[in-house]
Nanobody, 121 residues
Framework: VRLQESGGGLVQVGDNLTLSCVVAGVSFRFYNMGWFRRAPGKDRELVAAIAWSSTNTYYSDSAKDRFTISRDSAKNTGYLQMNSLKPEDTAVYYC???????????????WGQGTQVTVSS
């Protein structure tokens, strides 16, 4: 089972960026998907999550109104659209899959390697 993120990079304040997460080796449709990030010196944060059925989503306060999580289970791919990026969004972003609880970090048992997002002012 493997998750592979892509789409990170160096952007300017106010830019938009879309991260992708391709899932291989497991049927993605039965898993919740979350996007986490870890900034230097900070704890890991669950930024957004989407239920396996796509009927329920979660956003952290920092992501609300700027980020949009989505998934295409037929393509085994998840996305995180990030708009109006700020310097404080700089972090390594990880996608992860959970077979049960949507917002419980401990339930996420399949992880990608991460992709760096750097927002320059």
């Amino acid at each position: 089972v493997r998750l592979q993120e892509s789409g990170g990079g160096l952007v300017q304040v106010g830019d938009n960026l879309t991260l992708s997460c391709v899932v291989a080796g497991v049927s993605f449709r039965f898993y919740n998907m979350g996007w986490f990030r870890r900034a230097p010196g900070k704890d890991r944060e669950l930024v957004a999550a989407i239920a396996w059925s796509s009927t329920n989503t979660y956003y952290s306060d920092s992501a609300k109104d700027r980020f949009t999580i989505s998934r295409d289970s037929a393509k085994n791919t998840g996305y995180l659209q990030m708009n109006s990026l700020k310097p404080e969004d700089t972090a390594v972003y990880y996608c992860a899959a959970s077979p049960n609880r949507l917002t419980d970090h401990r339930s996420y048992n399949i992880w990608g390697q991460g992709t760096q997002v750097t927002v320059s002012s």
